[in-house]
């Protein structure tokens, strides 16, 4: 059959319309979006008919039915009603996973969010007064109480952070900072280009691996508006390596009354090392050795919402909060009312263990991971064409926190001759809730680390899915 009596094989609206199929989608859908999708996908086959490349023994005739229309209808309007960013099940073991959201909120911090959503709050007005009040008050309290800080304020990410920082206090100045700590997170946070755009001049100093004070004292200039100092979150420098500790540098930096900043990446607030992780520097620790201004992210380590928390000095905290970027940089109610619950959970550590996601999930034995492998296997049938099998491996924090680090973990290891594991991984990324793996020797791992236990059995009804089309 030529394409010219293909075309003509496609039925008429009307005649698509009057199918039964089309009273059902009328229940759930406008007339107006029924016809949207009619057009949709009978435009589709006009297009598919008519291109180039097209080859009529690889055509179904069937699709050309008013009824196989309705049904590819149905799929076009469930979704384009669907969200297109949809909660996603994390099994690729990567913790702090920002392509899928960084941090999970806690329970406390995701009902403050709803909270606000719904009412109005008092984000920025004094309840004795009536009067307007201050944004940031909500969180700094308890900030202060955290990490020792005289002051602080809440921007957007971290990122925004330091543009603020350096912007606020050397704008059209030098900033002096050690070559060993020029670093890029990500692909889009590069400490010299942030330094850049916020009109600050760098300044390099030693080399990649070694610096001494010496070496900051020797660029002092008139012009030298701060030191920065960065914290190398997502690498290490091994080796012969040399750095000046926070105290000396502020030492001699005060005496010519020169500000010390500290951009920590991640920051913790209490040392982890009780729970089985190597040594990271606390933002108290940066603030007890006397740098002015510190900066890090709501949504790593510290296992709240996106934000860039800034800490330190009263009087370089006025200069920031009198800055114009800020109102640029100003962080939402949404945001303020999640740090705010979450902060609250550090008053007592094992509470913030048990209670916010990224921690727990840090902190929490092997045992309990291979626990939620082993509720998943029982939910998964028997396949004669996969083998599926319950192994160790090494899960990862993410996020450029703890670069080197590896966690135990469990993990279902699915093998096929059947299909590729990139194939299979295609395939679950397209579930109601996507899944997304990892792939290791060829074999698709899901990986319990980043399973939430709420999700296990939803994870397993979709791979049960998933591998029975298969079979
Ligand atoms: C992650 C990171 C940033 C960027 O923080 P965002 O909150 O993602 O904007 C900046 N500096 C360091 C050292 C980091 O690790």
């Given at each position: 059959m030529g394409k010219e009596e293909l075309l003509k094989l496609i039925p008429a609206v009307n005649d698509i319309l009057s199918e039964n199929k089309s009273e059902k989608i009328k229940n759930d859908y406008s007339r107006a979006d029924l016809l949207e999708g009619i057009r949709y996908v009978t435009d589709n086959l006009r297009t598919k008919i008519l291109?180039?490349?097209?080859?009529e023994t690889n055509f179904?005739?069937?699709?050309?039915?008013a009824e196989k229309i309705l049904d590819s209808v149905k799929i076009y309007l469930k979704n384009i009603y669907r969200p297109e960013m949809s909660p996603a099940i994390?099994?690729?073991?990567?913790?702090?996973h920002t392509n899928l959201g960084r941090s999970l909120l806690a329970d406390s911090a995701a009902e403050a969010v709803n909270n606000v959503a719904l009412h109005y709050s008092?984000?920025?007005?004094?309840?004795?007064?009536?009067e307007r009040g201050d944004r940031?008050?909500?969180?700094q309290d308890i900030i202060k109480k955290l990490t020792g800080a005289e002051a602080s304020l809440v921007v957007n990410n971290n990122a925004a952070a330091v543009t603020l920082v350096l912007a606020a206090i050397a704008e059209d100045k030098e900033v002096v900072i050690s070559r060993g700590e020029l670093v890029e997170i990500g692909?889009?946070?590069r400490v010299p280009e942030v330094m850049e755009q916020s009109g600050a001049r760098l300044v390099e100093v030693g080399s990649t691996n070694k610096v001494y004070l010496k070496d900051y004292l020797n660029a002092v200039t008139e012009e030298t508006g701060a030191f920065l100092k960065v914290h190398t979150s997502n690498y290490r420098i091994q080796g012969f390596t040399a750095t000046v500790e926070a105290e000396d540098l502020v030492n001699d930096a005060h005496q010519r009354d020169i500000p010390v900043i500290e951009?920590?990446?991640?920051?913790?607030?209490?040392?982890l090392q009780s729970y089985g992780l190597p040594y990271e520097p606390t933002v108290k620790e940066s603030i007890d050795a006397g740098i002015d201004l510190v900066t890090f992210s709501g949504?790593?380590?510290?296992?709240?919402?996106q934000a860039g928390i800034i800490v330190g000095k009263k009087k370089y905290i006025k200069k920031l909060e009198h800055h114009p970027l800020l109102r640029a940089l100003r962080v939402d109610k949404f945001t303020l009312a999640a740090l705010e619950a979450t902060l609250k959970l550090y008053r007592n550590f094992d509470d913030a263990v048990d209670k916010i996601p990224t921690l727990k999930m840090l902190t929490e034995s092997a045992e309990k991971v291979m626990q939620r492998a082993e509720k998943l296997f029982s939910y998964l049938d028997e396949y004669d064409n996969f083998t599926l099998k319950i192994e160790k491996d090494t899960a990862r924090i993410g996020g450029?926190?703890?670069?080197l680090t590896e966690i135990k973990t469990y993990v279902l290891t699915i093998d096929s001759e059947l299909i590729s594991s990139e194939e299979l991984a295609y395939k679950l990324r397209q579930a109601e809730m996507p899944i997304f793996s990892r792939i290791k020797n060829q074999k698709l791992i899901i990986d319990?680390?980043?399973?939430q236990p709420a999700e296990i059995k939803l994870l397993a009804a979709e791979i049960n899915q998933v591998l029975r089309e298969e079979v």
């Open positions: 291109a180039d490349d097209f080859s179904d005739q069937e699709s050309l039915k994390n099994a690729t073991g990567v913790v702090i008092t984000l920025e007005i004094n309840r004795d007064t009536g940031y008050s909500s969180v692909g889009s946070f951009d920590l990446g991640s920051g913790i607030i209490f040392d949504d790593k380590l510290l296992g709240g919402p450029g926190s703890y670069p319990l680390k980043t399973v």
